[in-house]
C-alpha cells in the first residue's frame, strides 16, 4: 500500500510536540494504552496517521515520567509470534511485538484502554523470547548468525564501496 508520507508537516507538529509540558498530573502506567504521535517513519517503522499522525500504543515500561517503552498496535491482524491479539471493546488489534521504541511522554495524547495482566505477562514473554533468541530468524531479507559471522566482516562489506579515500555516504 503506497500512501503520501508528508515528512514536512510531521517535522512541523514534532517541533510542537518537543515544546509541550506533561501536566504532572498525569500518571502513566505499563499495560495502558495511549493513542500517541508516533509521526512519519521510514520502512517498516510504523506510522501514525490523522493530523496528529497518531495511532494506539500500549506502555510496556516507564522508565520515569518523561521516558517509555511502547509498542504498536494495529487493526491488521496476523496469525505471526511477532504479533499478539488482543480483543478490546472495539474490535481486535494486534500489538505488533517487533514495533518496540522509546518515546517521550510529550507524544502521549489521551489514554483509551488498558490490557489484562494476562494479556500483558504474555506481550512481555514474548518480547522476551525474541530478545532471548539465539538466531535471528532470516525472514524476508534478514540475516542469519551463520550469515552475520561469515568470513567477511560486515564492517568490511562496507569498505569495499568506499572507494579510495575510504569515505563513506554517511561520513
Known amino acids: 500500500m ?22 504532572e498530573s498525569i500518571f502513566f502506567h505499563e499495560r495502558d494504552v495511549w493513542w500517541c504521535s508516533i509521526g512519519v517513519n521510514i ?25 517509555i517503552w511502547c509498542l504498536s498496535i494495529t487493526s491488521t491482524i496476523k496469525a505471526s509470534p511477532f504479533y499478539y491479539l488482543i480483543n478490546f471493546e472495539t474490535g481486535p ?34 518480547v522476551s523470547a525474541i530478545l532471548l533468541e539465539s538466531e535471528t530468524p532470516a525472514i524476508n531479507g534478514g540475516i542469519s548468525e551463520a550469515e552475520a559471522t561469515n568470513t567477511l ?8 564501496s568506499q572507494g ?4 563513506s555516504e554517511l561520513d
Not at 488489534?93 to 500483558?120: A, C, G, H, N, Y
Not at 566482516?153 to 569495499?160: A, D, K, R
Not at 579510495?164 to 569515505?167: L, N, R
Open 164 to 167: 579510495e579515500a575510504g569515505e
Open 93 to 126: 488489534r494486534s500489538v505488533m511485538i517487533t514495533q518496540i521504541r522509546t518515546v517521550s511522554s510529550k507524544r502521549f495524547l489521551r489514554k483509551v484502554d488498558s490490557v489484562s495482566d494476562e494479556d500483558f505477562v504474555a506481550i512481555k514473554y514474548a
Open 153 to 160: 566482516s560486515i564492517s568490511e562489506v562496507g569498505t569495499e
Open 43 to 67: 520502512g517498516v517503522e510504523s506510522n501514525g496517521k490523522n493530523d496528529f499522525f497518531e495511532r494506539p500504543v500500549l506502555i510496556l515500561k516507564v522508565f520515569n515520567k518523561d521516558m
Open 2 to 23: 503506497n500512501y503520501f508520507k508528508d515528512f514536512d508537516k510531521w517535522n512541523s507538529l514534532k517541533k510542537k510536540i518537543d515544546l509541550r509540558e506533561v501536566d
